[in-house]
């Protein structure tokens, strides 16, 4: 033994003297590497850029059926990010319109009318991760981040093609890799981020059609991919290098920047309170709401919106008002990912989804993957529970003989396909999502009534429902009850 013992020493030593020659020399690569990159591209001097052009960007986890890209597309006019290096943040003025054609999809409960945009982002190492991102995901950016994260380097040859590869850690862990081609240029960055529906994601930039703009090699198409679905894509029409850029902040809201990560778990929701709809229901308040319902040997929840955290507060309450019952099922609304995002902790607690059928393969596919950037709850049983997926079409009942929840299919939604609606008809109670997101009380008939409105009340009437409180998902912020009459008005209708 003794003779190994000795060479696994010698081995140790001599790979600890010869690691600190190689830092020595990877670290003069990296530095080599990125000048000669940024040479190539004509970048050594950029300080800012203002970036034209036009194209789309998508809203996370919105479309209207699941089965195809999870985006609710948006389009990007009179687009311009004016990027100030040096102090690691942007400002992006374009023109948001609709990009979905027909119309249709969340982000926004109605038609998509043209916003003009105009925010400054920050970007710099105190930022979320996925807002430094969206400075990494620029050419220049990445070369200056892998710099100062003394990132490594590496050949590869892909697909006959060589490249030289920058690699450094992310904070939150996934690696974010630079790929140089032969020309010097960056051609692709990609990484991955935590989405708390899809788990670990791929997030990748690719650059093409590299053009000289004002001096500047600079990509003329600039395409993002998440999940892997495409959902942001820029054509480049001109670039502007070391103009002036204003990083004040815009007087009032400017909405969010960027073409922005996945969904996050969101912020801190207040505690959850509970309002009694009275024989074994309630409403669970204080977030996204849910139904809370006791029948007679389980709970059943409606809707497991948001994230983990507002699910365990649903969960928590349910299992405080119905105590030693177990939640044997969690009806969903829609597959939006703000209505999905609790459904992993339900599946936690061996619940059932009960879903529209279009949802179902989708379900399935999405509750297994993996979760090892931000390991939740489900992710880290062992044994996995079983996907228990129950679903409907047009109308499902559930009913233990005194307790009755009706769901019905929202025909005609241009939200979302599967689109379902929860009738407690002892209540008289309606629980919907994002098919009536209500503004302040006693406003008018808006001048053009919103689609989704109309829709609504006619299917309530098609469906012959006896309401008389609507339960928004999305909880007006005055906490009153929402009347049919609200609907009618909203609707422009008068009530029958
Ligand atoms: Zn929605």
């Not at 209207?64 to 040096?86: A, H, L, M, Q």
């Not at 349910?318 to 939006?336: F, G, M, Q």
């Amino acid at each position: 033994m003794a003779p190994t013992h000795f060479t696994a020493i010698a081995l140790a030593a001599a790979g600890f003297f010869s690691t600190g020659l190689l830092y020595a020399d990877a670290s003069a690569d990296l530095k080599a590497t990125v000048d000669r990159s940024m040479k190539a591209m004509g970048a050594e001097n950029v300080k800012t850029l203002a970036i034209s052009g036009q194209g789309w960007d998508g809203c996370v986890g919105q479309p209207y059926n699941p089965n195809t890209p999870w985006w609710r597309k948006f389009s990007n006019k009179d687009y311009v990010r004016s990027i100030d290096f040096e102090a690691r943040g942007w400002r992006l003025q374009r023109i948001r319109g609709e990009g979905e054609n027909p119309p249709r999809g969340g982000c926004g409960a109605g038609p998509i009318a043209d916003q003009t945009q105009n925010l400054v982002v920050m970007a710099g190492a105190t930022a979320p991760w996925n807002t430094q991102l969206e400075y990494i995901f620029l050419p220049e950016g990445f070369l200056r981040v892998a710099l100062e994260k003394n990132a490594s380097i590496s050949p590869e040859t892909i697909k006959g093609k060589k490249y030289t590869v920058i690699s450094f850690m992310g904070d939150n862990k996934a690696p974010v890799n630079g790929y140089i081609n032969e020309q010097g240029y960056v051609e692709k960055v990609e990484t991955r981020i935590d989405n708390n529906v899809l788990g670990d994601t791929v997030w990748n930039a690719i650059y093409t059609d590299w053009k000289d703009f004002n001096g500047l090699k600079f990509p003329a198409r600039i395409e993002q991919y998440q999940g892997p679905p495409k959902f942001f894509e820029l054509a480049v029409t001109d670039v502007k290098v070391n103009v002036p850029v204003d990083l004040t902040p815009p007087a009032g809201r400017g909405g969010r920047g960027g073409p922005g990560g996945p969904g996050g778990r969101g912020g801190q929701p207040p505690s959850s309170l509970s309002e009694d709809l009275g024989d074994g229901f309630w409403l669970i308040t204080g977030g996204y709401a849910a139904i809370v319902a006791d029948f007679k040997d389980y709970i059943v929840v409606i809707e497991g919106p948001q994230n983990e955290m507002r699910a365990g507060q649903i969960i928590a309450e349910a299992k405080r008002l119905v105590p030693n019952k177990p939640i044997r099922y969690v009806v969903n609304t829609h597959a939006h990912f703000d209505h999905a995002g609790g459904l992993r902790t339900f599946v936690a607690e061996g619940a059932t989804i009960i879903t529209h059928q279009v949802n179902k393969g989708y379900y399935e596919k999405i509750l297994k993957d993996p979760h090892t950037l931000v390991p939740d709850k489900l992710s880290q049983m062992n044994p996995q529970p079983r996907i228990k997926i129950e679903t409907m079409t047009e109308k499902k009942v559930l009913t233990d003989g005194r307790h009755t929840i009706e769901l019905y299919h929202v025909q005609g939604s241009t939200h979302n396909e599967g689109m379902i609606v929860a009738y407690l008809p002892k209540q008289k109670v309606l629980l919907e999502a994002d098919e009536f997101n209500v503004g302040p009380a006693n406003a008018p008939t808006p001048a053009s009534v919103n689609p989704y409105h109309t829709n609504l009340l006619a299917n309530i009437e098609r469906l012959h429902l006896d309401v008389d409180r609507i339960i928004p998902v999305h909880l007006p912020g005055d906490g009153r009850k929402v009347t049919m009459a609200e609907l009618y008005t909203a609707a422009g209708k008068s009530k029958p």
